[in-house]
Structures are given as structure tokens and as C-alpha cells.
């Protein structure tokens, strides 16, 4: 009997203790019950919208108020949603119909297309009164259903797993950062603070139901503390969103919340399968630090190659390369006839390039080359995925360098220096048995490459290690506010990539073919490599770091100053200037900065100039066997 | 009949073997029989730059322990599947990282290696 009692007793407790360890997560358990709580505000919209009026102020002002708390119900999910599925988020409250993407993961691929719905959209419909019903309730019927995938078991399955807290953390860091203070899924800016302050409060409540749930990895104090401030200052700011102060906002909150979450990341060696994190680098420390996430694998063929010798010889070799018109077909034009390395590797000088005939000009302004890593997709039109594609694409360019693969590399292999050294590296590509133009492109981009991690004095700002003028804050304020850059040009590199940086954006602005607007530019942009309506005239982002460095600006180089860039935008791209661009992705609304607000924002432009190293010819080219090739010029003729 | 046994039949064998060294060459891949000759030397060409990929980065943890010289495992569809995944993504980071060392013409060369791999390769 006594035995028996034992048996009892050990039974009951390693049940017990068995339940505890299997406990119920409280993180994924509230995650649920906001799902059931987004469907039912969801399903009362729906019949809020069957008795709305549209036609009356009163009735509309009521319905867009109930979508306003449908947003702070999701946005207080966001945390999960967009890390766990960021397509199926598209249909809950995406900012356009109809995105074409490529992910870094789907480059053999062709684009796909991604359709959004959703809040947003609806409250942007409502701003014709005469929105028909239909439009509104297929929206918030494509919402439904992709709330059934965030409720899906494969989908909690992932955030189940105790590390994937961090992750998805990290991303709604780099969101706060890039995304959500500059109205780029909020059409109605009163709202920008007002949301930002609940959600951020959402987000807290998130923090303690995982701490409490099982197997959680705890915050640490400095963590708890750094986000006590954030809160703190929000609850500081006003809800005019004109006088939201993003600058200290990112700086003093942002960026070190980033840091901690880095530092946990490491601390209880947590990592992910996701893909969401494929570009992140878990051991940088800042947003603005340029290691924070990978582009381009820039080496090429060379990519085992680790030892900074090497790496710094097959540098030296892709410099003579870069400055060598042996790539060319007339031995007369190098890269850095176009990519001047003292013009932060473009040519401030002309609008577009001469072409290879040396009388006709090229279509397109070049492009620098400073920061070109930092993109999936490469050409402003997005033709190549890959560095070593792009290098070859314009070396056999009949309109440029003209050169066919096998003569080029003839010529290249006749200099003994090159040939020596290519060959020496033979055995870090043990999959090739002879040197080819892969070698070649890859030294190439190795060398121009280096030139890519320098910082601005607006990082030294965000790191507190010096400070920018007064006028420069009000302009990066202008840029992620009013001005509305940042929904375009994303924290920290300002080109087309957010958050989680997996894929480049393409948008339509609608440049025109000279400062007169009398028409739009010819350039078919993005729609010459994928044909489909939402692409005509689309164009990749670029960066706006070095801006001070890289005139003519835009795809065309029509717009000689930043004045006319900025007022190209103010008044609201071509549709703006009354041309006709029905796809035109840039509000055509005018933008009403003053004067004094656009020397603000020249001012901010100035702070991401980068101190790039300086840049020299080398004193000599290498001698060929070949005597008709040594009188060719350092750099090229033309 | 001695001089038969000593120099024909060795002769004879060996004639008869030609053709399996022969069909085991040529069986080393294996297309689908749409694929055009062109189409083929072309994959041919990548999947022997993927094999050497293959022995020098992939090897010591994928067929160390298998019986085969090379040890190539013999990865099912699903698996080569995963596995351009894997690369491409680098979704298992503690194992992979070689993987992300190497361009995307690199990982190419290797999947259409293991793809198009004939079962019986070695």
C-alpha cells in the first residue's frame, strides 16, 4: 500500500512537472486571440459598411474611425505578421494593388507578382466619396484570408521556437527605424504618431508574455531599460506628425534598442532558418554601419578566399584591370573612362556617356559604383542579378566596351603580369581549368568593391561620435516626413531596399526628357527587361549618399543640380507637371516644401557625402607580348 | 589453341569490356531526351565544374562516410531541392556557410552536378 502511495505521488508529480515543461506559451496564446479579435472587428467593419453612407460626412468620418482601430488591433501583431509571412501581410495592409518583386532567393527566377489589400488601400479609396462598396469589401474579404495563414499550425510552429522572438525583434527594430514613422503603409500622417505610441506600448505587453512563457530567452535589463526610455520620449512627442523628431527618435532610441538585440542575438547563441534574416549580419552593432546586411557576394569566383594578402593582391591586379582599355575593343576605352575613380566612380562631367564610336552618346547616365553592393538587383533597370554579370554585360556591350569574351581575354592573358597572377590563383577555383573572363570580372569587382564601406558624417552622427548642423537634423526630419523621401529611399542606405533588405524596389516618378517637361523620357526603364504594364518607365531606386558627387542626376542625367531634383518631386513628378503617367507610383500631389524647408533637406544630403579613400592612376599599364598593345593608355583615350 | 587461350581470350575480354567503360562514361549524366546535344555538352560543361566544387567544398561532411571513393551521396529530388534552398539561403547557417561563400554561378554548377548525376556515378 505504502509502495503504491509512492508510485502515486512520483506519478502525479512527474505529470505535473511534464505539463509545466510542455506549459502553454502566453506569447503564442495572445497571438491567437488577437487573430480571433482582428477577424471580429473585421467582420464588423463588413457590416458597419453595409449601412455607411458614404455621401454623408458624418457616417464616413464613423467608418473611417472603425478602420483606424482595425489598424491598432493589427499593428499591435505586426511584430509577427511581417516576420512570419510578409506576403500574405500584403493583404492585410499593403501600400500598393500590385507589387513585381524579386527576392534575393528568387533570382533565377522571373519577377513575381504580389498582390496587395487592405487598409491602406481602403482608406486611400475613401478618398472619393463616390468609392463603390464593392471595392471596400473585396478588400476586407483578401483580408480574411490571410488572417487564416497567420493562424495556420506551419505558421505558430515557427514562432514556437523561443529564438524566432529575436529575429522577428530585430525586424520591427529596423522597421521602426525605416518604415513605420514615415507613413509608407499609413495614408493619413495624424495618425503616423499616434499609432507608432500604441503599437510600441502592443510591443511591450509582447515582451512580457514571452518572458513568461517557457523556454524564453529573458531581455536584459539594459534592453527593458533602453525601450523605458523610447516610450518615454514618445509619449513626449506630439501628435503632429510635422513635429515628430525622427532624428533623436533613431539615434537615441532606435539604433541602441538595435545594438542590445544584436547583442542578445549573439549572447544566448540564438540563430535562424528564416529566410527573413538571410542578408542580416548578426554580429553588426549599428543600422548605420555598412556590414549590417550583404548585397552582392562581390568576390566573385574568388569567394573562399579569406586571406587578406591574396585578397589584397587580387585587388591590386583588378585596379591596373579597371583603369586598363585593353577590355576594350579598340583598346581604347576602360571601365574608369565612365567610373572615374576621382569622381566617386562615375562621371560627374557629362549628362550620359560617350558611346564606343566616340561620337554618340549612351541612353543612360552611369551609374557610381560606390555602394553598388548594397543592391540585389544591379542597372537601373534591374537587367542583372549578379556583379559578375553586370561587369561582363558591359565589357561585351557593343555601344560600350564592345569586346568579345575570348579576344578579350586573349589580349589579357598576352601580359605576363596578369597572366602570372591569374594563374597563380588557379587554386582557389578548383572548378575551372583555365583562366577565364569569370577570373577577370572578379578581381575587377573585388577592386572597385573596397570603395563601398566608407561612412558619412551622418552615421558619425547616429554613432554620437560627432555631430551635423542644426539645419541637417530639420532636413533628415523633412526627408522621412513631409517630404516623404523615405518611403522610396530606406534607412540607412536611402536606396531602394527595406527592411529586411531581400529585394531592390523599382518606382515610376516620371522624369522627363528635358527641364522644359515637355515630355516624358522614351526610356521604357524597367519594362524592357520585364514587360508588364505596372513597369513602364519604372526605374530602380538609387542610393542618395554621395549625391553631392554623382550629378547629372536620374536615369536620363537631366537634372544637372539637386534644386531640380528637389523641385522635380515637390511639384509632384510628371503627373504633377500635368503629363500623362497613369502608373506613376510618386503622389502627384505637390509636396508644398518652402524654400527654406529644401535647403533643410540639401543640407541632410550634404551629411551623406562618404570620405571615400582617394583614388590614383597607377603608374603603369602591364607589357604585353603583343607590341601593337603597349602603347595603350592608362585609363583609356576617350 | 594455347596461343588462343593466352592471347585471344584476354584479347576477347577486354574487347567485350570496351563498351561498358564506354557506357559507364557516358552514363555519368543523365538528361532528360529532349535535352539537345548542344544543351547537353553546355550542362555537361557546368555539372564537371560542379564536381569539382563538389569534392573540394562539399565533401567532408557529404560522403566522408559513405563507401565510394568520392562518396557522392545519392540525393533524392527532394533533397537537391532542399539542398539549392539551402544554399541559396543559407537556411541553416551553422552547416552552410560555405555555401554562401560561393557565387550564385558557383551553387548553379553544383545542383545541376547533383540534378543531373547518373544514380550509379561514382
Given at each position: 500500500m505504502r509502495?503504491?502511495?509512492?508510485?502515486?505521488?512520483?506519478?502525479?508529480?512527474?505529470?505535473?512537472?511534464?505539463?509545466?515543461?510542455?506549459?502553454?506559451?502566453?506569447?503564442?496564446?495572445?497571438?491567437?486571440?488577437n487573430i480571433s479579435e482582428i477577424r471580429q472587428k473585421q467582420s464588423e467593419l463588413l457590416e458597419l459598411l453595409q449601412q455607411t453612407d458614404f455621401q454623408n460626412t458624418t457616417q464616413r468620418t464613423h467608418f473611417i474611425s472603425s478602420l483606424h482601430q482595425l489598424r491598432l488591433k493589427l499593428k499591435a501583431q505586426d511584430f509577427w505578421f511581417r516576420y512570419l509571412e510578409p506576403n500574405a501581410y500584403r493583404k492585410l495592409n499593403g501600400p500598393l494593388p500590385v507589387e513585381w518583386e524579386t527576392e534575393v532567393?528568387?533570382?533565377?527566377?522571373?519577377?513575381?507578382?504580389?498582390?496587395?489589400?487592405?487598409?491602406?488601400?481602403?482608406?486611400?479609396?475613401?478618398?472619393?466619396?463616390?468609392?463603390?462598396?464593392?471595392?471596400?469589401?473585396?478588400?476586407?474579404?483578401s483580408s480574411f484570408g490571410s488572417l487564416d495563414v497567420f493562424a495556420a499550425d506551419s505558421v505558430v510552429q515557427r514562432m514556437r521556437d523561443p529564438s524566432a522572438f529575436y529575429f522577428a525583434n530585430r525586424l520591427f527594430l529596423l522597421n521602426l527605424a525605416a518604415i513605420y514613422t514615415t507613413g509608407f503603409e499609413c495614408p493619413d500622417s495624424a495618425r503616423i504618431v499616434p499609432e507608432l505610441r500604441q503599437?510600441?506600448?502592443?510591443?511591450?505587453?509582447?515582451?512580457?508574455?514571452?518572458?513568461?512563457?517557457?523556454?524564453a530567452y529573458l531581455l536584459n535589463p539594459a534592453y527593458w531599460a533602453q525601450y523605458r526610455s523610447a516610450l518615454t520620449f514618445l509619449s513626449g512627442q506630439s501628435d503632429a506628425y510635422a513635429l515628430f523628431d525622427h532624428f533623436t527618435w533613431i539615434r537615441d532610441h532606435v539604433n541602441p534598442l538595435f545594438r542590445i538585440n544584436q547583442q542578445m542575438i549573439r549572447e544566448h547563441g540564438v540563430f535562424s532558418r528564416s529566410w527573413m534574416d538571410y542578408t542580416l549580419n548578426d554580429s553588426c552593432g549599428s543600422i548605420f554601419d555598412k556590414r549590417l546586411f550583404s548585397g552582392q557576394q562581390y568576390k566573385g569566383l574568388y569567394g573562399m578566399v579569406e586571406d587578406v594578402a591574396t585578397l589584397n593582391e587580387i585587388r591590386s591586379i583588378g585596379k591596373l584591370l579597371f583603369y586598363d582599355p585593353i577590355l576594350s575593343v579598340n583598346n581604347q576605352r576602360s571601365c574608369s573612362s565612365?567610373?572615374?575613380?576621382?569622381?566617386?566612380?562615375?562621371?560627374?562631367?557629362?549628362?550620359?556617356?560617350?558611346?564606343?564610336?566616340?561620337?554618340?552618346?549612351?541612353?543612360?547616365?552611369?551609374?557610381?559604383?560606390?555602394?553598388?553592393?548594397?543592391?540585389?538587383?544591379?542597372?537601373?533597370?534591374g537587367l542583372h542579378t549578379e556583379l559578375l554579370q553586370q561587369g561582363k554585360g558591359v565589357i561585351g556591350n557593343p555601344?560600350?566596351?564592345?569586346?568579345?569574351?575570348?579576344?578579350?581575354?586573349?589580349?589579357?592573358?598576352?601580359?605576363?603580369?596578369?597572366?602570372?597572377?591569374?594563374?597563380?590563383?588557379?587554386?582557389?577555383t578548383p572548378e575551372e581549368k583555365n583562366v577565364t573572363m569569370d577570373h577577370i570580372v572578379s578581381a575587377l569587382s573585388i577592386y572597385y568593391s573596397s570603395f563601398s564601406y566608407a561612412s558619412a558624417p551622418f552615421d558619425d552622427a547616429m554613432h554620437h561620435r560627432s555631430s551635423i548642423p542644426e539645419s541637417a537634423v530639420k532636413g533628415f526630419n523633412l526627408f522621412m516626413g513631409k517630404a516623404q523621401c523615405a518611403t522610396c529611399h530606406f534607412v540607412p542606405l536611402f536606396n531602394g531596399i527595406k527592411p529586411p533588405y531581400l529585394s531592390s524596389e523599382f518606382e515610376v516618378v516620371g522624369v522627363p526628357e528635358d527641364t522644359f517637361y515637355l515630355r516624358l523620357s522614351a526610356d521604357e526603364g524597367r519594362y524592357k527587361v520585364h514587360p508588364v504594364a505596372e513597369m513602364m518607365h519604372a526605374f530602380r531606386t538609387g542610393?542618395?549618399?554621395?549625391?553631392?558627387?554623382?550629378?547629372?542626376?536620374?536615369?536620363?542625367?537631366?537634372?544637372?543640380?539637386l534644386h531640380q531634383v528637389m523641385d522635380f518631386y515637390n511639384k509632384g513628378g510628371a503627373q504633377g507637371r500635368g503629363l500623362s503617367l497613369p502608373n506613376q507610383t510618386l503622389s502627384s500631389d505637390p509636396l508644398a516644401l518652402t524654400s527654406e524647408e529644401i535647403e533643410h533637406l540639401l543640407a541632410f544630403l550634404k551629411t551623406l557625402d562618404e570620405s571615400i579613400p582617394k583614388e590614383s592612376p597607377p603608374d603603369a599599364l602591364p607589357r604585353s607580348g603583343d607590341p601593337s598593345l603597349n602603347s595603350r593608355k592608362i585609363g583609356g583615350a576617350y | 589453341l594455347k596461343a588462343l587461350n593466352r592471347y585471344i581470350a584476354p584479347l576477347l575480354i577486354l574487347i567485350s569490356l570496351l563498351p561498358c567503360c564506354n557506357s559507364q562514361r557516358r552514363s555519368a549524366y543523365?538528361?532528360?531526351?529532349?535535352?539537345?546535344?548542344?544543351?547537353?555538352?553546355?550542362?555537361?560543361?557546368?555539372?564537371?565544374?560542379?564536381?569539382?566544387?563538389?569534392?573540394?567544398?562539399?565533401?567532408?561532411?557529404h560522403g566522408i562516410f559513405t563507401k565510394g571513393k568520392d562518396g557522392v551521396p545519392n540525393f533524392t529530388t527532394t533533397q537537391i531541392d532542399n539542398y539549392q534552398a539551402a544554399a541559396l539561403l543559407g537556411i541553416d547557417p551553422r552547416n552552410h556557410a560555405v555555401a554562401r561563400k560561393l557565387n550564385q554561378l558557383q551553387v548553379d554548377h553544383i545542383m545541376i552536378f547533383l540534378r543531373f548525376r547518373s544514380k550509379d556515378d561514382k
Amino acid at each position: 500500500m505504502r509502495i503504491l502511495g509512492c508510485l502515486l505521488v512520483l506519478i502525479i508529480s512527474v505529470a505535473t512537472l511534464s505539463f509545466k515543461l510542455a506549459g502553454r506559451a502566453a506569447y503564442v496564446d495572445a497571438y491567437y486571440q488577437n487573430i480571433s479579435e482582428i477577424r471580429q472587428k473585421q467582420s464588423e467593419l463588413l457590416e458597419l459598411l453595409q449601412q455607411t453612407d458614404f455621401q454623408n460626412t458624418t457616417q464616413r468620418t464613423h467608418f473611417i474611425s472603425s478602420l483606424h482601430q482595425l489598424r491598432l488591433k493589427l499593428k499591435a501583431q505586426d511584430f509577427w505578421f511581417r516576420y512570419l509571412e510578409p506576403n500574405a501581410y500584403r493583404k492585410l495592409n499593403g501600400p500598393l494593388p500590385v507589387e513585381w518583386e524579386t527576392e534575393v532567393f528568387e533570382k533565377y527566377e522571373p519577377p513575381y507578382r504580389r498582390e496587395g489589400a487592405g487598409l491602406s488601400l481602403i482608406e486611400m479609396a475613401l478618398e472619393d466619396p463616390h468609392v463603390s462598396k464593392e471595392y471596400i469589401s473585396e478588400n476586407i474579404y483578401s483580408s480574411f484570408g490571410s488572417l487564416d495563414v497567420f493562424a495556420a499550425d506551419s505558421v505558430v510552429q515557427r514562432m514556437r521556437d523561443p529564438s524566432a522572438f529575436y529575429f522577428a525583434n530585430r525586424l520591427f527594430l529596423l522597421n521602426l527605424a525605416a518604415i513605420y514613422t514615415t507613413g509608407f503603409e499609413c495614408p493619413d500622417s495624424a495618425r503616423i504618431v499616434p499609432e507608432l505610441r500604441q503599437m510600441m506600448l502592443d510591443v511591450e505587453k509582447l515582451y512580457r508574455q514571452y518572458e513568461q512563457s517557457p523556454g524564453a530567452y529573458l531581455l536584459n535589463p539594459a534592453y527593458w531599460a533602453q525601450y523605458r526610455s523610447a516610450l518615454t520620449f514618445l509619449s513626449g512627442q506630439s501628435d503632429a506628425y510635422a513635429l515628430f523628431d525622427h532624428f533623436t527618435w533613431i539615434r537615441d532610441h532606435v539604433n541602441p534598442l538595435f545594438r542590445i538585440n544584436q547583442q542578445m542575438i549573439r549572447e544566448h547563441g540564438v540563430f535562424s532558418r528564416s529566410w527573413m534574416d538571410y542578408t542580416l549580419n548578426d554580429s553588426c552593432g549599428s543600422i548605420f554601419d555598412k556590414r549590417l546586411f550583404s548585397g552582392q557576394q562581390y568576390k566573385g569566383l574568388y569567394g573562399m578566399v579569406e586571406d587578406v594578402a591574396t585578397l589584397n593582391e587580387i585587388r591590386s591586379i583588378g585596379k591596373l584591370l579597371f583603369y586598363d582599355p585593353i577590355l576594350s575593343v579598340n583598346n581604347q576605352r576602360s571601365c574608369s573612362s565612365c567610373h572615374r575613380p576621382d569622381m566617386y566612380f562615375t562621371d560627374s562631367t557629362v549628362r550620359t556617356a560617350l558611346q564606343l564610336d566616340g561620337i554618340n552618346r549612351l541612353p543612360r547616365n552611369t551609374n557610381s559604383l560606390v555602394n553598388v553592393v548594397f543592391n540585389h538587383l544591379l542597372m537601373s533597370d534591374g537587367l542583372h542579378t549578379e556583379l559578375l554579370q553586370q561587369g561582363k554585360g558591359v565589357i561585351g556591350n557593343p555601344m560600350e566596351m564592345g569586346g568579345r569574351e575570348s579576344e578579350v581575354l586573349t589580349k589579357i592573358l598576352s601580359c605576363p603580369d596578369y597572366r602570372k597572377a591569374f594563374q597563380k590563383w588557379m587554386r582557389y577555383t578548383p572548378e575551372e581549368k583555365n583562366v577565364t573572363m569569370d577570373h577577370i570580372v572578379s578581381a575587377l569587382s573585388i577592386y572597385y568593391s573596397s570603395f563601398s564601406y566608407a561612412s558619412a558624417p551622418f552615421d558619425d552622427a547616429m554613432h554620437h561620435r560627432s555631430s551635423i548642423p542644426e539645419s541637417a537634423v530639420k532636413g533628415f526630419n523633412l526627408f522621412m516626413g513631409k517630404a516623404q523621401c523615405a518611403t522610396c529611399h530606406f534607412v540607412p542606405l536611402f536606396n531602394g531596399i527595406k527592411p529586411p533588405y531581400l529585394s531592390s524596389e523599382f518606382e515610376v516618378v516620371g522624369v522627363p526628357e528635358d527641364t522644359f517637361y515637355l515630355r516624358l523620357s522614351a526610356d521604357e526603364g524597367r519594362y524592357k527587361v520585364h514587360p508588364v504594364a505596372e513597369m513602364m518607365h519604372a526605374f530602380r531606386t538609387g542610393t542618395v549618399r554621395n549625391s553631392s558627387y554623382t550629378a547629372p542626376y536620374m536615369h536620363n542625367g537631366v537634372f544637372s543640380s539637386l534644386h531640380q531634383v528637389m523641385d522635380f518631386y515637390n511639384k509632384g513628378g510628371a503627373q504633377g507637371r500635368g503629363l500623362s503617367l497613369p502608373n506613376q507610383t510618386l503622389s502627384s500631389d505637390p509636396l508644398a516644401l518652402t524654400s527654406e524647408e529644401i535647403e533643410h533637406l540639401l543640407a541632410f544630403l550634404k551629411t551623406l557625402d562618404e570620405s571615400i579613400p582617394k583614388e590614383s592612376p597607377p603608374d603603369a599599364l602591364p607589357r604585353s607580348g603583343d607590341p601593337s598593345l603597349n602603347s595603350r593608355k592608362i585609363g583609356g583615350a576617350y | 589453341l594455347k596461343a588462343l587461350n593466352r592471347y585471344i581470350a584476354p584479347l576477347l575480354i577486354l574487347i567485350s569490356l570496351l563498351p561498358c567503360c564506354n557506357s559507364q562514361r557516358r552514363s555519368a549524366y543523365q538528361f532528360p531526351e529532349h535535352f539537345a546535344p548542344e544543351i547537353k555538352s553546355h550542362y555537361i560543361e557546368r555539372a564537371e565544374k560542379g564536381r569539382a566544387l563538389y569534392k573540394a567544398y562539399c565533401s567532408d561532411c557529404h560522403g566522408i562516410f559513405t563507401k565510394g571513393k568520392d562518396g557522392v551521396p545519392n540525393f533524392t529530388t527532394t533533397q537537391i531541392d532542399n539542398y539549392q534552398a539551402a544554399a541559396l539561403l543559407g537556411i541553416d547557417p551553422r552547416n552552410h556557410a560555405v555555401a554562401r561563400k560561393l557565387n550564385q554561378l558557383q551553387v548553379d554548377h553544383i545542383m545541376i552536378f547533383l540534378r543531373f548525376r547518373s544514380k550509379d556515378d561514382k
